[in-house]
């Protein structure tokens, strides 16, 4: 694969044999995500320093003349990086799957919880930020007690998540010691 490390599977020595799907799709994903990031970054030389031939720089131009007008990029690159986005979604998901499928019934149990309350705290941290920037944005914010007010719950609320997702990660790994 143009000399780059091959993914290695997710749980090789899982037994379940439910699990062999999941991991050819999230070996073919990891390929797909792997490939998009290579065309993604993909960086051209820039031809600088003793490198330029100054014949071809003409006046009153920014840049190299090559002859012919410089070409409008004609896609724009947003459709590429939300398939980017996506592909890291899926790979992320798939590989709580795999954790879940090999993990025994009490540990799967636990990184179903886990997985839930990290998915709740992703979520309510967005609403507040948005939240919190509908707030700051009004010129009359320190009079809004009732927006104050929810802000507070919301951020109780993500710590109160906050500490369940520590008291889940702790009960897992004294399972795993068990």
Same mark, same amino acid.
């Given at each position: 694969?143009?000399?780059?490390?091959?993914?290695?599977?997710?749980? $090789?020595? @899982?037994?379940?044999? $439910?699990? !062999?799907?999941?991991?050819?799709?999230?070996?073919?994903?990891? /390929?797909? /995500?792997?490939?998009?990031?290579?065309?993604?970054?993909?960086?051209?030389?820039?031809?600088?320093?003793?490198?330029?031939?100054?014949?071809?720089? &003409?006046?009153?131009?920014?840049?190299?003349?090559?002859? =012919?007008?410089?070409?409008? +990029?004609?896609?724009?690159?947003?459709?590429?990086?939300?398939?980017?986005?996506?592909?890291? +979604? &899926?790979?992320?998901?798939?590989?709580? %799957?795999?954790?879940? =499928? @090999?993990?025994?019934?009490?540990?799967?149990?636990?990184?179903? &919880?886990?997985?839930?309350?990290?998915?709740?705290?992703?979520?309510?941290?967005? !609403?507040?930020?948005?939240?919190? %920037?509908?707030?700051?944005?009004?010129?009359?914010?320190?009079?809004?007690?009732? $927006?104050?007010? /929810?802000?507070?719950?919301?951020?109780?609320?993500?710590?109160?998540? &906050?500490? !369940?997702? !520590?008291?889940?990660?702790?009960?897992?790994?004294?399972?795993?010691?068990?």
């Amino acid at each position: 694969m143009n000399g780059a490390e091959e993914p290695k599977p997710l749980a $090789g020595d @899982c037994d379940n044999p $439910g699990a !062999e799907g999941s991991k050819r799709d999230l070996l073919v994903a990891q /390929r797909e /995500r792997d490939q998009l990031r290579r065309e993604l970054s993909y960086q051209p030389v820039v031809i600088s320093g003793g490198n330029v031939d100054l014949r071809n720089f &003409k006046p009153g131009y920014s840049g190299l003349y090559l002859g =012919a007008p410089p070409m409008l +990029e004609t896609s724009s690159p947003v459709p590429a990086r939300v398939t980017a986005v996506s592909l890291d +979604e &899926k790979v992320a998901s798939l590989k709580r %799957a795999l954790i879940i =499928a @090999c993990s025994s019934p009490e540990d799967a149990r636990i990184h179903e &919880k886990l997985d839930l309350a990290e998915q709740e705290l992703n979520l309510l941290q967005r !609403e507040f930020v948005l939240d919190q %920037a509908a707030y700051y944005s009004r010129t009359n914010y320190a009079q809004d007690s009732a $927006g104050k007010a /929810r802000l507070y719950a919301e951020l109780h609320q993500t710590e109160n998540l &906050k500490s !369940e997702i !520590e008291r889940l990660k702790s009960e897992l790994a004294k399972t795993k010691v068990n």
